[in-house]
């Protein structure tokens, strides 16, 4: 947590804009320096306050989220779900040590819900890391979802591709064949694929084959006529031109899974 509290807290510097700002940061970067039951008490009462910054109620939501206190998961869903990723990133890592059931199901609500594809970049990579019984066919959703042509949430559909590979569920082959014919996904997907014991071919004139190696399966899975494979695609933490909306605020709904903002 050491390197990410002190990413966090130096990020939320750079955000007060008074004096009374900068007390009350310091009052909760004392708060996490003692770590006592009767501080994290003043945390949790701080994710309810009234007129309290984001940025304080972020500070004290991670505090507690890493410590594993489950009064933080409302607040860490609600910055999970928000339009700016450098929130949506802290609160992914949070809930991933967390160890609240609950995260794994809002995560998949996230990441399938196609109005906030936008979005889906962090719960996508938290569904990767929880390995909850809801990650694989969330992922595969999402990445079924979004394998258009010239989809401009590739990004997503990348991160889904990885974390299928990481994942290991020989369920995920079907679509991890069909995103070979993505370029920007191809050598990701093909490397997922050999993950899973499946190797594709990639041909400059025809779509991916699987190799004979790869058993009757895999080879229904092939689909046909599919384009071509080549190109890569790196991880990218900030959005392409065209990924996704300015952003924007509306009203919480739930946990703030569906809610924008």
């Given at each position: 947590?050491?390197?990410?509290?002190h990413?966090l807290t130096?990020?939320?510097?750079?955000e007060l804009r008074?004096?009374q700002?900068?007390?009350?940061?310091e009052?909760l970067?004392?708060?996490?320096r003692?770590?006592?039951?009767?501080?994290?008490?003043?945390?949790?009462?701080?994710?309810?306050?009234?007129?309290?910054?984001?940025?304080?109620?972020?500070?004290a939501?991670?505090?507690?989220?890493?410590?594993?206190?489950?009064?933080?998961?409302?607040?860490?869903v609600l910055?999970?779900?928000?339009?700016?990723?450098?929130?949506?990133?802290?609160?992914?890592?949070?809930l991933?040590r967390?160890g609240d059931?609950?995260?794994?199901?809002?995560?998949a609500?996230?990441a399938?819900?196609?109005l906030?594809?936008?979005?889906?970049?962090?719960p996508?990579?938290?569904?990767?890391?929880?390995?909850a019984?809801?990650?694989?066919?969330?992922?595969?959703?999402?990445?079924e979802?979004l394998?258009?042509p010239?989809?401009p949430?590739?990004?997503v559909?990348?991160?889904?591709?990885e974390?299928?590979?990481a994942?290991g569920d020989?369920?995920?082959?079907?679509?991890?064949t069909?995103?070979?014919?993505?370029?920007r996904?191809?050598?990701?997907?093909?490397?997922?694929?050999a993950?899973?014991?499946?190797?594709?071919e990639?041909?400059?004139?025809a779509g991916p084959q699987?190799?004979?190696d790869?058993?009757?399966?895999?080879?229904?899975?092939?689909p046909?006529?599919?384009g071509?494979?080549?190109g890569?695609?790196?991880?990218?933490?900030?959005?392409?031109?065209g990924?996704g909306?300015?952003?924007?605020?509306?009203?919480d709904s739930g946990?703030?899974?569906?809610?924008?903002?």
């Amino acid at each position: 947590m050491e390197e990410e509290f002190h990413e966090l807290t130096d990020r939320v510097r750079a955000e007060l804009r008074s004096p009374q700002d900068l007390v009350a940061y310091e009052r909760l970067l004392g708060l996490a320096r003692k770590n006592t039951p009767a501080g994290r008490e003043e945390l949790a009462r701080m994710l309810v306050a009234v007129e309290r910054p984001l940025w304080a109620r972020e500070i004290a939501a991670f505090i507690l989220g890493c410590a594993g206190d489950k009064r933080a998961f409302e607040t860490l869903v609600l910055l999970l779900n928000y339009r700016e990723p450098v929130r949506c990133a802290t609160a992914a890592h949070a809930l991933g040590r967390l160890g609240d059931p609950r995260t794994a199901r809002a995560a998949a609500a996230l990441a399938t819900n196609p109005l906030r594809t936008a979005y889906a970049l962090h719960p996508v990579r938290l569904l990767a890391e929880l390995r909850a019984p809801q990650s694989v066919p969330a992922l595969i959703a999402t990445l079924e979802r979004l394998l258009t042509p010239h989809n401009p949430y590739w990004r997503v559909a990348l991160a889904c591709v990885e974390g299928l590979g990481a994942l290991g569920d020989r369920r995920a082959v079907p679509s991890l064949t069909a995103a070979v014919g993505h370029p920007r996904l191809a050598a990701a997907a093909a490397a997922s694929l050999a993950r899973l014991g499946v190797h594709e071919e990639v041909g400059a004139d025809a779509g991916p084959q699987v190799s004979a190696d790869a058993g009757p399966q895999a080879k229904e899975a092939a689909p046909d006529g599919a384009g071509d494979g080549r190109g890569g695609g790196g991880r990218g933490q900030g959005p392409e031109r065209g990924e996704g909306p300015g952003g924007g605020s509306g009203s919480d709904s739930g946990s703030g899974v569906s809610g924008r903002r």
